[in-house]
């Protein structure tokens, strides 16, 4: 468990929630809370969900400056359970909050089904043209972030299919085929940030799957995205 009050110590840390439910897969609420608790923001990490300490309703988001949906399985049965959810979670973004999603966490930022939260859509990042990897295995894919190529861990993500019509959004990173891979957006006054690969991967996520660990395999990446989220609300950074 991160951190020790259930808002904080004494108030004087942002509290951020991680999901870890059946909406998740063991291990990524657990990468998403390390990287959020090494980030500058001085966050105070705690898991929401059905069987933890924190559930996911109105009242414990409110007391939150961010709440992360890592990733999971698949995301109609995701949605299954967390359904009841979304208008909580969309009214929280809404007046002032802050959505990170990873992977299955960026497919539910979208609207068929989920959230709702991005100004267009999620898609299969496999069936788009031009794209690689073709297949739902584990395995290594490359983005373009901040124009530098970058080797990441992949697993059937998404891409956003993003509207101007629909509101503005920065592309952070694009897969090989030019499609978003990693984008940040308002919604009402609060800001959504999502990925569809895993930034935030170990390791041992490489090695577990016998894959090889990318020579630049760093936390950067997930550092930068949730730099970018929370700049975009102006909150300003722990010193």
């Not at 999901?19 to 980030?39: D, F, I, M, Q």
């Not at 109609?76 to 967390?82: G, Y």
């Amino acid at each position: 468990m991160f951190g020790r009050g259930v808002f904080g110590r004494g108030g004087d840390r942002r509290l951020a929630l991680v999901y870890r439910g059946p909406a998740s897969t063991a291990g990524c609420p657990e990468a998403v809370a390390g990287a959020l608790a090494r980030s500058r923001w001085d966050l105070d990490v705690r898991y929401v969900g059905p069987k933890e300490r924190l559930a996911l309703e109105p009242a414990v988001l409110a007391s939150a400056v961010l709440y992360a949906q890592p990733g999971g399985g698949e995301l109609d049965r995701a949605w299954r359970k967390l359904r009841r959810q979304a208008p909580a979670v969309r009214d929280y973004v809404a007046g002032g909050g802050r959505y990170l999603g990873f992977c299955l966490g960026g497919y539910l930022a979208g609207e068929t089904p989920g959230f709702g939260l991005l100004p267009g859509d999620t898609d299969q990042f496999i069936a788009s043209p031009g794209a690689w990897p073709t297949h739902t295995d584990d395995t290594v894919a490359t983005v373009i972030w901040d124009g530098r190529r970058r080797e990441v861990f992949f697993q059937d993500g998404a891409w956003f299919d993003l509207d101007p019509a629909r509101g503005p959004a920065e592309v952070l990173a694009t897969y090989e085929n030019g499609l978003p891979a990693a984008v940040v957006a308002p919604f009402g006054a609060g800001a959504v940030g999502v990925v569809g690969p895993h930034p935030e991967a170990t390791p041992d996520w490489f090695t577990d799957c016998g894959l090889p660990v990318p020579a630049d395999l760093r936390a950067d990446l997930t550092q930068d995205l949730v730099d970018r989220v929370m700049q975009l609300g102006q909150l300003a950074p722990a010193h």
